[in-house]
Structures are given as structure tokens and as C-alpha cells.
């Protein structure tokens, strides 16, 4: 017999549990097989801040953060480009893959001495670390707040122990590369053609697409075009950074950015190698006494997406206009079992402080929905509710409350 799910409008998972099953001690598998039979966006938890030891991250001003493993030690490490001395702070990770420490910070260096990229205002450099000429080692790209340029550091040592050369400015023909102004790149291949390209926000709000047109131990840009969404160009407000991944799991790789105005989602309902953006729609994440909100904790915020935990669920890190980084935790909003004993059934699910559920059942023979419980409280990131058990019940969903 088949789970179904509906996601629209807020709904979580439903989870069909077949007579033959109730009471049994193979409820618990049951629904454990019928995890993920579809995907969906990623929920979010409460921001954290990140720390070192019981200090929150703070470099000053405009943290932009970017997550990778530089020193090739299997373990992510965090670099985060900051103002006012317009540097690239280097967290190198002491615990393990899931569950980063970190205990101090270097500043990335070329020749001995701080890489400085600089900038006015709340311009910080902005690091992404990837292979850019495809050698097998890590190297960083920077960009910069003050001009739209694109820095290139080549590491010219090993992935254990980069050693950067001093910069060199990405170009389109004969011309710097340049988006104006607070230049967020991204290396990734957008269009699927066995090349990494370059996609890069501004100071406007715009993302940029540099096609890359050579090969790729030698990337080569075409001039920039401005990627849309819904019919329109795409502009998310102004100080905009770009990732990609698929958040909604449909196997088709998405736009997730940030900027002044919040964070968002640009869906992709096309082809990898030809996306089609719809609108931006805000993520939202838990507030206190707000229920569920659109993310947004001032002006100058700048995201990056990884797997923090390693719970096979994205999480999403932001930097602060106060030099802050937080951490919001993604999860899956589904039942994680369903148990009956008696004439009571339990209930449990994938939950986050600050929300409140409303819940229902129904008979697999009917449509109508009858309402179990309304304004349940979360319990943290599990919550259970148990009741009386009526042998209609067959279906059960589950919402957050609006």
C-alpha cells in the first residue's frame, strides 16, 4: 500500500498505516521504508551562531562565508571574507566532518603576507574555493567589493598544504571581468557542458553567467549575460550571492541567493543544462513568537550552503552585517513513526522549536479529513503526540500552523 505526500502549502508528510500493521512492532519500519519516497525543500531550524569555543564568530564587519576543506584533511573548514581590513579569515576545522570545532583563525596569505582585497563601505572580499584550472588542488577566487573584479590565487603546492600566488584578474576578451561592484563568485558548471563556468552577484542584485569557452585546465569567459528568472531578469535586491543546488530534491539543480532583502529560492522546472528559473521566494525559518518567517537578520546578508552535520540534509550558513555567521539547520518535516498500542496511537515527527502543528486523519475509504489536534507545541526537533486510536484511521498529515 502507498504513502503519499502532500508538501503544498506547508503540509508534511502522510503516512498511510494499513490494518495488518497497526499494534505490530513493524509500524516503526514500515514508515522508516516510506521515507523520502518524494522530495522536497529542505525545512529549516532556528539560527545558531557559529563559535569558537564559547565566543561567537566576530571578524567586524560584513562576514561572507564560504565552506570547504582546505587543507585536504577530509573535515570542512570555514573561510570568511570581512571588513573593515578586508581579509579572508581561515577557521581550520579540529573536530570532525560532522561536527566542526574551531579553536582560532589565520588570515590566507600569498608570500607571507595577508591576502587584502580592498574595498569602502560594507564591500568585504568574497572567497569561494574551488580547482579553477582542474590540476587536482584547491585554489580561491575572491571577489571584490569595491570594483566587481574576480581575483585567481593558483595554489601552486599541494591540497594538503595550499600555497597561493598572488592574484590575477579573471577576464572576458582583452578586458577585466568585472560586475560593477561586490563581486560573489561561484564556480560551477551551469550549463552541462563538461566546463565550469563562472556565476557571480552584484552590488545591484543581478547574477551574472560567464560562459566558460576554452577548456578546463584554462577557463576562457565569454562577456556576461544576466540569468532570469520567471520571464524577467533576475534581481534579488541589491548585495546578491549565488549558490547552486537542488533544494527541492526533483533532481533538477536550482538558484539559492541572498541579499539585502532575504534569502531565496529560484526553482528550476527545465533542464540541468538549460535551467528555467521561476520567481525568487523567500526561505523561511522558525522566529519566536512568529512561527515560521522569511529569513532575514539585517542588511548584508550573505549565504553558503553545506551539509554541516552530515545528516544528508543541505544547511544554510549566513553572514552577518555585524561580522556574525549563523547556521541554520536543515531538516526533513516528516513522521519519523507511528505507533499503536491499546486504543491509543502515537505519533512522531521531524520538528523545530518556535513552531506549532495542526493534525488530521481520515479512513483510506474517504476524502474528508478529520481533525486529531491543533497548536500542538514543538518539542525541539522531535515531537510526539499520542491520542486515542480509532480503527478509521488510515491517513494521517500533518502541517505546520500558519
Same mark, same amino acid.
Given at each position: 500500500?502507498? #504513502? *503519499?505526500?502532500?508538501?503544498?502549502? @506547508?503540509? +508534511?508528510?502522510?503516512r ?11 509500524v516503526?519500519?514500515? !514508515? ?12 529549516? =531550524? ?5 563559535? !569558537? ?28 571574507g ?25 588570515? %590566507?596569505?600569498? @608570500? @607571507? ?19 579553477f ?18 581575483n585567481?590565487? $593558483? ?8 600555497? %597561493? ?30 566546463? /565550469?563556468?563562472?556565476?557571480c552577484?552584484? +552590488? ?34 541589491? $548585495? ?8 527541492? +530534491? ?6 539559492? +541567493? ?19 528559473l521561476?520567481?525568487? !521566494? ?5 522566529? =519566536?513568537? &512568529?512561527?515560521?518567517?522569511?529569513i532575514?537578520?539585517? #542588511? ?17 550558513? &549566513? ?13 526533513? *518535516?516528516? *513522521?519519523s ?18 513552531l ?13 479529513? #478529520? ?9 525541539? /526537533? ?5 491520542? #486515542? ?6 491517513? *494521517?498529515?500533518? /502541517?505546520?500552523?500558519?
Open positions: 500500500m502507498k #504513502s *503519499f505526500v502532500l508538501f503544498q502549502k @506547508g503540509w +508534511g508528510l502522510s498511510h498505516l494499513p490494518s495488518w500493521i497497526a499494534g505490530t512492532g513493524l516503526a519500519a514500515y !514508515v522508516a521504508a516510506l521515507s523520502g519516497l518524494r522530495a522536497a525543500p529542505p525545512q529549516l =531550524q532556528p539560527a545558531v551562531t557559529l563559535a !569558537v569555543g564559547a565566543n561567537a564568530i566576530d571578524l567586524g564587519d560584513y562576514a561572507i562565508p564560504c565552506v570547504a576543506d582546505w587543507n585536504g584533511d577530509g573535515r570542512k573548514d570555514l573561510l570568511v570581512y571588513r573593515t581590513a578586508d581579509k579572508v579569515a581561515l577557521y581550520l576545522n579540529r573536530g570532525t566532518d560532522a561536527a566542526p570545532v574551531f579553536t582560532n583563525f589565520t588570515h %590566507l596569505q600569498v @608570500g @607571507g603576507q595577508d591576502i587584502a582585497v580592498p574595498s569602502y563601505s560594507c564591500g568585504a572580499p568574497a572567497p569561494w574555493v574551488c580547482d584550472d582542474a590540476d587536482g588542488r584547491q585554489d580561491l577566487l575572491v571577489g571584490n567589493g569595491a570594483n566587481g573584479y574576480v585567481f590565487y $593558483r595554489n601552486t603546492n599541494t591540497v594538503a598544504d595550499p600555497r %597561493l600566488e598572488p592574484a590575477v584578474l579573471l577576464t572576458t576578451g582583452s578586458s577585466a571581468l568585472s560586475v560593477a561592484w561586490r563581486a560573489t563568485p561561484l564556480f560551477h558548471d551551469w550549463d552541462e557542458d563538461g566546463l /565550469k563556468d563562472l556565476l552577484g552584484n +552590488g545591484d542584485g543581478y547574477i551574472y553567467f560567464f560562459k566558460n569557452t576554452n577548456a578546463a585546465q584554462a577557463p576562457i569567459f565569454a562577456p556576461g549575460m544576466l540569468l532570469q528568472a520567471g520571464g524577467t531578469t533576475l534581481n534579488l535586491s541589491i $548585495r546578491s550571492v549565488p549558490r547552486v543546488f537542488d533544494w527541492d +530534491g526533483d533532481g533538477l539543480k536550482d538558484l539559492v +541567493g541572498s541579499s539585502n532583502a532575504g534569502v531565496y529560492w529560484c526553482r528550476n522546472t527545465n533542464h540541468n543544462n538549460a535551467p528555467l521561476h520567481p525568487p !521566494v523567500a526561505l523561511q525559518a522558525p522566529f =519566536q513568537g &512568529l512561527g515560521l518567517w522569511p532575514n537578520t539585517g #542588511s548584508r546578508m550573505r549565504l553558503d550552503l553545506a551539509d554541516w552535520n552530515n545528516d544528508g540534509v543541505i544547511d544554510l550558513l &549566513l553572514g552577518n552585517a555585524d561580522g556574525t555567521v549563523f547556521l541554520y539547520e536543515g531538516y526533513r *518535516f516528516a *513522521f513513526a507511528i505507533t499503536a498500542a491499546g486504543q491509543s496511537v502515537t505519533l512522531q515527527w521531524n520538528s523545530a522549536p518556535n506549532k502543528y495542526d493534525l488530521d486523519s481520515r479512513s483510506a475509504l474517504v476524502s474528508s479529513w #478529520s481533525t486529531l489536534a491543533t497548536n500542538v507545541p514543538a518539542t525541539n /526537533k522531535i515531537t510526539t503526540w499520542t491520542g #486515542s486510536k480509532d480503527e478509521a484511521m488510515r491517513l *494521517f498529515r500533518l /502541517k505546520i500552523t500558519p
